[in-house]
């Protein structure tokens, strides 16, 4: 009788289990039927030029959209190293993602995708094939049109270059997140800013930075290492890098230093509070990256403009302090 109803219960997990594996195999790499938003891209080379500020500036593309690690330091440095894609992006146990090739190529890059497809990747997390992408790492949905369109113009200004970049790797517990975290799903119902808060200190466009174009939240706050999803306040810090180790040995750092972002809302021993006034919060932005090893874009955000930067004060100054702990900045595992 008992081994009978061993046998009946290891026959049950065997299905069920079967089950999740084959739901799992068919549903990973599904496509959503989003639509496209109705944008157009420009040729007005003063709209070309809005787009070039923020792909190199506050919206970073350039500094993941490149070949190498070698050309991720060079980009940070300010060097203009064309968006040809295929650098590592390691998550963990989710995978390998390989940036992407955004130059005009009609072959390898995004001359292969229509300014819908590259507009509704931007407002909607799903990437030109259907499938959805990891939205934290590009926070662009509520980006007023007028900036979408910016970055779409000049990216289709850029000289193409040619160059296949290697599919993405998810393992099959990636595979399996991809179906249940919210953060891989797509945005369904954005609610992009009516237009871009005009370039000046104001709290509204330092929001409007640090949410959809800078992404300071996304890192910021504390995320599960294997879905993304917040697990803490939001720039209360304590998101943990995992070490890139072909960067950190290239920069002669040691391979296993792993990194958590510092707390940023204005409570007394946050990293914020360092600074006494905006003047040394600008200080600290033009003198770029200090720690080599680190996963901030600091190149890209040391040229942003001087209201970039005091609207990005102003605003992170006016949250609510947190006296969240983020733990040690750089720690081993
Ligand atoms: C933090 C790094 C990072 C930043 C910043 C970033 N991207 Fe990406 N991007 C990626 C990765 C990684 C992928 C691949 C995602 C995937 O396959 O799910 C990607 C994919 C894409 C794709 C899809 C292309 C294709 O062939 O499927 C487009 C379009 C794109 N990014 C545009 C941009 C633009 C425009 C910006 C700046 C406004 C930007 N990205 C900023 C990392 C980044
Ligand atoms: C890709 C992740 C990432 C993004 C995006 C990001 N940060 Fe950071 N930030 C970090 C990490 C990790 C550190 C700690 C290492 C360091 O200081 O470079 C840090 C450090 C800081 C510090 C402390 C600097 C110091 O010298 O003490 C401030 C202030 C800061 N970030 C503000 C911002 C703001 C504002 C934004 C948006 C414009 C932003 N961060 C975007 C990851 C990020």
């Known amino acids: ?100 090739n955004l130059t005009p190529d009609p072959t390898t890059g995004i001359g292969r995708y229509s300014d819908a497809e590259v507009f509704r990747m931007m407002r909607h997390a799903v990437k030109p094939d259907g499938t959805a992408t990891l939205s934290v790492l590009m926070p662009f949905w509520d980006m007023a049109d007028e900036d979408l369109v910016a970055v779409v113009s000049y990216l289709r200004s850029m000289e193409p270059v040619s160059n296949d970049v290697q599919q993405n790797e998810w393992t099959f517990m990636g595979k399996a997140v991809r179906i249940i975290a919210s953060s891989f799903q797509p945005i369904e119902n954005p609610k992009p800013y009516p237009s871009a808060p005009p370039m000046a200190a104001t709290i509204e466009l330092g929001e409007y930075l640090s949410r959809y174009v800078a992404n300071c939240v996304g ?38 230093l792993w990194l958590r972002t510092p707390n940023i809302t204005p409570s007394p021993n946050s990293s914020l509070s360092k600074f006494k006034n905006v003047e040394e919060w600008k200080e600290r932005f033009r003198k770029g990256r200090q720690i080599k090893i680190s996963p901030m874009h600091w190149g890209p955000f040391s040229r942003m403009t001087d209201e970039d930067l005091e609207a990005l004060y102003l605003y992170l100054t006016s949250l609510e302090p947190s006296d969240y702990d983020a733990g040690e900045l750089m720690f081993k595992k």
Request: glycine share 12%; aromatic share 10%.
């Open 219 to 256: 890192c910021h706050t504390n995320r599960d290492q294997m879905t993304f999803e917040a697990i803490g306040p939001e720039y209360g810090g304590g998101m943990e890098f995992e070490p890139f180790p072909e960067l950190h040995l290239m920069v002669g750092e040691d391979p296993e």
């Open 1 to 100: 009788m008992l081994k009978k109803i061993i046998f009946g219960i290891l026959i049950l997990l065997i299905v069920i289990i079967g089950g999740f594996v084959v739901f799992v195999q068919l549903n990973w790499n599904k496509t959503y039927d989003i639509p496209y938003p109705e944008l157009q891209v420009s040729t007005d080379p003063e709209i070309i030029e809005r787009g070039k500020y923020l792909v190199h500036g506050p919206a970073h593309c350039s500094n993941c959209h490149v070949g190498s690690v070698a050309e991720m330091i060079a980009a940070d440095a300010g060097e203009n190293v064309p968006l040809k894609g295929g650098v590592i992006f390691p998550l963990g146990p989710v995978g390998t993602l390989y940036t992407k």
